[in-house]
């Protein structure tokens, strides 16, 4: 079990590099917990530095998960139960880093990272795309990322189950969904209270981090 523990604490810490802190230092010398939501994740590093900025921040993260995944399947030639609770790990690391007192970001960067290699290496790239597809339809429709990210991960347990048929897939799905719930839960009803209409919540114009959600 020495290499099944390895590769989840690895997951763990790699999913706890604080990138958009890291970022928001460097180019502004302040501290992103303290700007607009306080989400130590890509998308407050766009509404509070700016675009260019958030790209360091979206390769970093998208490479933490990937980069647990990887290590897990290829360094450590792990079952798939652990390579899928390595690519968990870096999602719950990026929510809750161990480096900023356990705050953080909201996870779907690790989550897109570790699905785009699990996928692929379990036969079914196709599972990544769908999961994609959806994210990018939804945002497109409505402006508004957390619907985007609450329906990719609600519908990624039915895409798991019906392309790979896979038990344990279909449970890292699920468990995906709760983490990040966890994180988006608080957000979305602060931002269902301030809504004036429903109308108002759902086609989000990215107004929210302006009143400092």
């Known amino acids: ?17 604080p990138t958009a802190y890291l970022v928001t230092r460097l180019a502004r010398g302040k501290d992103i917990r303290q700007l607009g939501g306080g989400n ?23 490479g933490k998960g990937a980069a647990a995944v990887a290590i897990a399947y290829w360094a450590l030639d792990l079952s798939p139960t652990f390579v899928l609770l390595a690519g968990l790990a870096s999602v719950v690391g990026h929510n809750w880093m ?9 996870g779907m960067g690790a989550t897109f990272g570790a699905l785009a290699v699990v996928m692929p290496l379990y036969g079914y790239w196709q599972g990544i795309v ?19 990210s609450a329906t990719a991960l609600v519908a990624l ?31 979305a009803l602060k931002a269902l209270a301030k809504s004036k209409t429903t109308k108002d919540f759902i086609f989000d114009r990215w107004q929210r981090g302006k009143r400092g959600e």
Not at 5 to 13: D, E, K, T
């Open 1 to 17: 079990m020495v290499n099944e523990i390895i590769a989840v604490v690895v997951g763990y810490l790699l999913g706890s590099i």
């Open 40 to 62: 130590v994740g890509g998308l407050n590093t766009f509404r509070e530095v700016g675009f260019w900025a958030v790209a360091p921040v979206a390769i970093v993260d998208l």
């Open 98 to 106: 161990v480096w900023l007192k356990f705050s953080g970001g909201k």
């Open 130 to 148: 769908i999961f994609t597809g959806i994210f990018i339809l939804i945002v497109i429709i409505t402006r508004n990322v957390a619907l985007g």
């Open 157 to 187: 347990p039915f895409v798991t189950w019906l392309g790979m048929d896979s038990g344990i897939g279909t449970i890292f799905a699920v468990a995906l969904f709760v983490v990040i719930a966890i994180k988006f839960t608080p957000t």
